[in-house]
């Protein structure tokens, strides 16, 4: 597949006219940052994570994320339930296994919870789906040793074995679905100096997959614009806190001639 930055920019415009409504069970660390960047987007974020209401939300929602960042037995609850009834109700599930390989627990979930519901993207960086693959990939905590690249073969295994479109997100961002594959080289070093970063790609992956249902194209179009938002606010000043604030500017008012000048497609 070839990245088209017309295409790109066709999305964007659909987020932002339709607003869609992202249910997100994510982390405790990055909940506030992920809403703020779907909001920029031009999406509408939910928390949504207790059992009791989870089902009900799904079904008015056009996209669930689940993040496993801060997990514990409640969590997983609401994770089962929401992806469940999104399987049910034919709505896109985008999946972040947060820490998978750093504890045995994290493992155990993760796989239990795909292997129950198959998600339509996971995203998550190299350490993470090596992890997730059964490889025995080394992490550091939620970080990941590897290059994109190394994970690629784990990548080709998970979209095969679950048929998922899964995103291994680095300096090069490999995006895969059975044996397409498309990568991306945008971005900036300094978004590896601002937690969340990665945990908002999938957040955003969630607006997409909302309005764009060939989920290979919709996940690749918003690392697209992960990527170009980020280099954007690290030229405007090179330091972690306004990046922070430069990229949830820069993602409300991206253009269509931002991406097309842009967009660093390496395949």
Same mark, same amino acid.
């Given at each position: ?145 590897? $290059?994109?690249?190394? =994970?690629? *073969?784990?990548? &080709? %295994? ?7 479109? /899964? ?38 992956? $969630?607006?997409?997959? =909302?309005? *764009?249902?060939? &989920? %290979? ?7 697209? /614009? ?42």
């Amino acid at each position: 597949m070839q990245l088209n930055p017309h295409q790109i920019w066709r999305d964007i415009q659909a987020i932002r006219s339709a607003q869609p409504l992202i249910h997100n069970i994510t982390n405790f660390v990055v909940m506030n940052t992920t809403a703020n960047a779907l909001l920029a987007i031009g999406a509408s974020p939910a928390m949504v994570h207790a059992t009791e209401e989870v089902e009900e939300f799904v079904s008015i929602s056009q996209a669930l994320v689940v993040n496993i960042g801060t997990l514990d037995t409640n969590f997983v609850g609401g994770m089962e339930l929401a992806m469940k009834q999104a399987h049910k109700l034919n709505k896109p599930i985008v999946f972040d296994p947060v820490g998978v390989g750093a504890t045995s627990y994290r493992n155990k979930i993760s796989t239990q919870l795909i292997q129950a519901t198959p998600p339509s993207v996971i995203r998550g960086n190299a350490s993470e789906i090596m992890a997730l693959a059964g490889l025995d990939a080394q992490t550091k905590g939620v970080d990941s040793i590897y $290059g994109s690249e190394s =994970a690629l *073969n784990a990548a &080709y %295994f998970l979209s095969k074995k679950y048929n998922s479109t /899964v995103v291994i997100s680095g300096a090069t961002d490999f995006i895969i679905h059975q044996d397409n594959m498309v990568s991306t080289a945008n971005g900036h070093p300094l978004m590896s100096k601002v937690t969340g970063m990665g945990c908002t790609a999938t957040a955003l992956i $969630g607006a997409f997959v =909302a309005v *764009n249902p060939n &989920y %290979f194209e919709a996940a690749a179009h918003a690392m697209a /614009v992960m990527g170009i938002s980020g280099e954007i606010a690290a030229e405007k000043n090179p330091y972690p806190g306004s990046l922070q604030v430069n990229f949830l500017d820069t993602l409300h008012k991206l253009t269509g001639d931002d991406i097309l000048y842009r967009l660093q497609v390496t395949s």
